[in-house]
């Protein structure tokens, strides 16, 4: 048995490496060069490491390991091989480590792709780097998590005594589609985060061809999310006897969402593409398949709603108060914790650089926009390191704001208040800027058809979203 | 005033403050009468904590396999007076709300079948001085010995009149068990329902032996007191449960119940109590609901206390290292303030 500091220590080793891949791809976002040997190697090693420890936890929950805390708790000795196989990713630590895996696998798919295509002009070689380089901070930030909740714990004596087998896998996910649907959503998952780091890039930098560079991947996404979503029904009608191809579960819905968000944003994509539309929009609606896959995450593996897909126990203590009770789940899941600071960051950085973006390029509000922007980025930071603490406080001002009638609510209300402090540049007058940046685009102003194709993505979007929240 | 009149009077009013006494001490005891005595049940399996052993299974499923419908308990089970059982969760759709309507609905219709007599029972700290066994007896003799503390408890059942078993062939034995309220566990989290303040949780049981319903004996009993039990937080059960088929009693039924805080003035339980048990497990999910309806009931029906929530604190949680946070925030927000701003670049092709 490898001792787990040991396991943990490789994980933090690749961090590292994916962090100094990071800063190695710095001066090609001023440059605009191809991917440098050193990022390569280095994003390659991390990548390497990832895959490396995925497949040890593999090979112990098929050789029945038990000695492995984790390893116990999904499978048994009397288990079949293909469920022991499944054990890898049946819980939070090894769902993380194969959507890092994942990740990894697609940043260095990225990589490779750039050292093997030449960008079309030094525009899209910035951005191609700026996409590198946040989704090497993203691998990094994920392995970081793998280390630190730590899947290689020994399992304790009093777990063996009383089962000495092991603990076993759930019956109802001893079915053949649990080989293939978590792999292919979190494989999806992954894939999601390329649009997202494109649009941060573009938002940080200024540079055009984001989409372009991205697209391809977002794709590819979209694609796996479909089948894997159809996969699910499947699974659900067959197997697990849900009531149907569709339950309406929080947990469907949640994984609806994203999907939902990815086809708006290639859509998006596309009316950009041929009419200039959603310059503005376009970053935000890249940003939010990752940031919902995120959600969706927390929605699976908190327990915080009762749900067909609640494999995992709920770690929480039965609050009524659903806020105080994420909180509780919060406190005692370090995994949970990590994808709540993620979101939280990100979805702050995110309202940062948009809020930064739209003034410079609608040459407005440069001031207050800036201290905006300071003041996400600072929330950013803060939800990093105190990812709890972060969302306690958000739900502590949604508290004070509805009088203590309705955190969720307020949280609601926050969220949509942030967006619109964000996008006040945008929003504020019409002037030279802006049709400067839309006469860029003739074809939108003569096609008749523009404007009521982009109100039917809008009304889409936000009718989905609706019914869909609605429906949870 | 007449001295004949105050002689009177005092001879008028002295009784009746002694019959105001006698009463006010009765009415003592009936504070004590609940509706119902609620138990929690784990199982013996050593993953759950709370599990202790008892004849072949545990405290649970070893006296009422009888009952289960597939030979085995689901969990959460919850049974009231050891006949009307609810299997599992009645509604997953309405995890604590229907599963409360359904053990609500079990504790009203055991109620409407009124009392069969009256219960007493008593129960104190004090030293074990005998065989500390947990054992009862019905002989009127205390608690022996063995010089560590222990908790004493007598109980008594006085049959109602239209009650009469001259040929003992209920065969009516008494149980008792030591309950403890508010016990703080955390398991790791992937064998963890999520409870965390554990209520009502049966930590040693006894079967007192059979009693007659001719003569009314005092049952004695005494539990050796663990010293990981929080003493603040112990309650004795006792009630009284027919052996077999008799009269409108099944076998298994528990016609009569009560429990007493240990050291308290003692319950005189004459209106009728139903007995709840529930079987549930710290690992179990769906025991989440189970446990969150039996502190429900427990609360309606047994006069136990509601968690206290702190009302005090609303969300807002400080980080765990505050320099930390605080500096990543100011360094964050101060990079974003000094960063200069770039216009877009490279044409405006997607």
């Known amino acids: 048995m490898i001792p787990g500091t040991i396991l943990d220590a490789v994980a933090w080793g690749a961090a590292g490496a994916a962090i100094a891949s990071a800063a190695a791809t710095v001066p090609a976002l001023r440059n605009a060069a191809t991917p440098s040997r050193l990022a390569a190697g280095l994003l390659a090693a991390s990548t390497a490491a990832c895959v490396a420890l995925l497949l040890f936890l593999a090979t112990r929950f098929l050789a029945a390991d038990i000695s492995y805390q984790y390893v116990f708790f999904y499978t048994a000795r009397d288990v079949e091989w293909p469920w022991r196989l499944a054990g890898t990713w049946a819980g939070r630590e090894g769902s993380l480590l194969l959507w890092t895996a994942w990740l990894a696998a697609t940043t260095m798919g990225v990589t490779l792709l750039h050292q093997m295509r030449r960008a079309a002009d030094e525009a899209e070689d910035r951005g191609r780097a700026w996409m590198r380089f946040i989704l090497a901070l993203f691998v990094a930030l994920f392995l970081a998590a793998v280390a630190t909740q730590s899947a290689f714990l020994p399992t304790g004596e009093n777990l063996l005594a009383g089962r000495p087998d092991g603990n076993g896998l759930n019956p109802t996910l001893k079915s053949g589609y649990i080989l293939i649907h978590p792999p292919m959503m979190f494989a999806a998952y992954a894939l999601s985060a390329v649009p997202l780091a494109a649009a941060l890039g573009h938002l940080a930098s200024g540079t055009e061809r984001w989409s372009r560079v991205a697209l391809p991947w977002g794709r590819l996404g979209w694609l796996l999310m479909t089948f894997s979503l159809g996969l699910g029904a499947l699974w659900a009608y067959y197997t697990l006897g849900f009531g149907g191809y569709w339950a309406w579960d929080p947990v469907e819905v949640a994984n609806l969402l994203p999907w939902l968000a990815f086809t708006i944003y290639l859509h998006a994509q596309l009316h950009h593409a041929r009419h200039g539309s959603y310059r503005s929009l376009g970053p935000f609606l890249a940003a939010l398949p990752f940031l919902l896959t995120l959600f969706s995450t927390i929605s699976t593996r908190s327990g915080l709603w009762v749900s067909v897909h609640a494999f995992t126990d709920p770690t929480d203590t039965f609050n009524p108060d659903a806020a105080a009770r994420f909180l509780d789940i919060l406190a005692v899941e370090p995994s949970l914790s990590f994808h709540v600071g993620l979101f939280v960051a990100t979805f702050a950085t995110l309202l940062a650089l948009w809020c930064r973006r739209l003034a410079l390029d609608h040459d407005r509000l440069h001031r207050t926009s800036r201290i905006v922007s300071a003041l996400f980025a600072a929330f950013a930071g803060y939800a990093l390191l105190a990812p709890a603490s972060a969302f306690s406080l958000l739900l502590e001002a949604a508290w004070q704001i509805t009088g203590g009638a309705s955190p969720g609510l307020g949280l609601l209300g926050i969220t949509m208040l942030a967006c619109l402090l964000a996008a006040l540049p945008m929003l504020v007058g019409n002037d030279e800027a802006e049709q400067k940046l839309q006469g860029a685009h003739p074809a939108k102003r003569k096609s008749s058809r523009a404007w009521l194709e982009r109100i039917d993505v809008r009304s889409l979007a936000a009718y989905s979203v609706l019914a869909s929240a609605w429906r949870y | ?350």
């Open chain 2, 1 to 350: 005033m007449d001295p004949g009149v105050r002689r009177g009077r005092a001879a008028f009013l002295a009784p009746m403050a002694l019959l105001l006494a006698l009463s006010g001490a009765s009415t003592v005891a009936a504070q004590g009468e609940t509706q119902a005595v609620v138990l929690l049940h784990h199982p013996y399996d050593r993953v759950d904590p709370f599990g202790i052993p008892y004849g072949d299974g545990d405290t649970f499923s070893a006296r009422h396999l009888a009952v289960s419908q597939e030979g085995r308990f689901d969990f959460p089970t919850f049974l009231a007076d050891g006949v009307v059982l609810v299997s599992s969760l009645p509604d997953p759709a309405r995890p604590y709300i229907g599963t409360l309507e359904n053990y609500t609905d079990a504790v009203e219709s055991r109620l409407r079948s009124g009392s069969p007599g009256t219960l007493h029972l008593q129960a104190s700290l004090g030293d074990d001085e005998g065989n500390g066994s947990g054992n009862g007896n019905t002989d009127g003799n205390g608690p022996a010995t063995s010089g560590n503390q222990a908790i004493a408890a007598s109980a008594r059942f006085e049959p109602a009149s239209d009650l009469a078993d001259p040929q003992g062939v209920a065969g009516l034995h008494i149980l008792a068990a030591v309950v403890e309220d508010f016990i703080h566990y955390q398991p790791d989290a992937r064998i963890s329902n999520g409870v965390t303040e554990h209520r009502f949780t049966v930590r040693a049981l006894a079967d007192l032996g059979a009693i007659s319903l001719a003569q009314s004996q005092n049952a004695t009993f005494s539990f050796p007191l663990d010293p990981s039990w929080d003493v603040s937080q112990l309650k004795v059960a006792a009630w009284v449960e027919s052996g077999a088929s008799f009269g409108r009693f099944r076998p298994g039924e528990a016609i009569q119940s009560a429990w007493t805080p240990v050291g308290g003035p003692g319950v005189v339980q004459r209106q009728k109590a139903v007995l709840v048990e529930i079987y549930s497990a710290t690992w179990c999910t769906p025991c989440l609901y189970g446990d969150m309806a039996a502190e429900a009931l427990a609360v309606q029906y047994a006069g136990a206390a509601q968690a206290v929530e702190d009302e005090g604190a609303h969300y807002f949680q400080p980080p765990a290292s505050p320099v930390l946070a605080v500096a990543a925030a100011l360094v964050a927000g101060a990079a974003m303030a000094a960063w200069p701003g770039r216009r877009r670049s490279g044409g405006s092709a997607p």
